[in-house]
């Protein structure tokens, strides 16, 4: 089983669709999740941390299932601009602190 | 936001040559910044953990003679492929933290090299 996995993608919607996109991890002793955002050709950046009871940052709701290691990233009336690619990032930590990667899956919202 | 910089944004060489990739955290000092590299279509793969004043951690599959890093001081980091080879040629990022990890915080991203060796 992969460390980190996702929807394989691409998901093409409309704008103002919902997208759902799903992770699951396979580290059960993991401690920090975050979603990231990677443009073409340019680096990951932040889009927003994921905790147990639910983070809500405008048009984005995360939301992290440890029992199931399930990891969730919710997009309502997408943009064009949410078009990019949404990277779900598992850190483990302690003496062994790294970021690890899932594939990603590929968003293109059309006109 | 903190601010990770990286030199050069895209190199072509030769095979056979040397390639020196430096990462720079602009505004804060990282103890601790990571190496990674992306191939198309791929996730980004953890190369290596770089800790100020000591010996790189390397990650298993990558090749510590070939991929020379230094990390010399708070706030540089350099990468370098050795030898470099067409296979070789890939999105090389780099990563910084405030804290080492000790907080679980997340790191902050180089805009990245794109290394294309011929």
């Known amino acids: 089983r992969k460390e980190v996995e996702q929807d394989p993608g691409p998901f093409n919607v409309p704008e103002g669709a919902t997208v759902a996109f799903n992770c699951t991890y396979s580290?059960?002793?993991?401690?920090?999740f975050f979603w990231y955002r990677q443009d073409c050709r340019k680096e990951p950046k932040l889009l927003m941390s994921v905790y147990s009871s639910g983070n809500e940052d405008g048009r984005f709701t995360a939301q992290l299932n440890r029992a199931s290691q399930y990891i969730s990233l919710l997009i309502r009336d997408s943009k064009l601009s949410d078009s990019a690619t949404y990277l779900c990032v598992v850190v483990s930590g302690g003496s062994n602190y790294k970021l690890t990667f899932g594939k990603g899956t590929l968003l293109t919202v059309n006109p | 936001g903190a601010v990770v910089s990286q030199h050069p944004s895209r190199v072509i060489c030769k095979s056979g040559t040397s390639v020196k990739i430096e990462c720079r955290s602009l505004?804060?000092?990282?103890?601790?910044m990571f190496w990674y590299r992306q191939f198309p279509k791929q996730s980004l793969m953890l190369m290596a953990t770089?800790?100020?004043?000591?010996?790189?951690?390397?990650e298993q599959g990558v090749e510590k003679d070939k991929f020379l890093i230094n990390h010399a001081s708070l706030t540089l980091s350099t990468l370098t492929v050795t030898s470099a080879h067409p296979e070789d040629s890939s999105f090389y990022i780099c990563?910084?933290?405030?804290?080492?990890?000790?907080?679980?915080?997340?790191?902050?991203f180089g805009p990245g090299t794109r290394l294309l060796v011929l």
């Open positions: 505004d804060f000092q990282a103890t601790t």
């Open positions: 990563s910084a933290t405030r804290d080492g990890g000790r907080t679980q915080e997340t790191q902050y």
């Open positions: 580290n059960s002793a993991s401690q920090s």
């Open positions: 770089s800790n100020e004043g000591s010996k790189a951690t390397y």
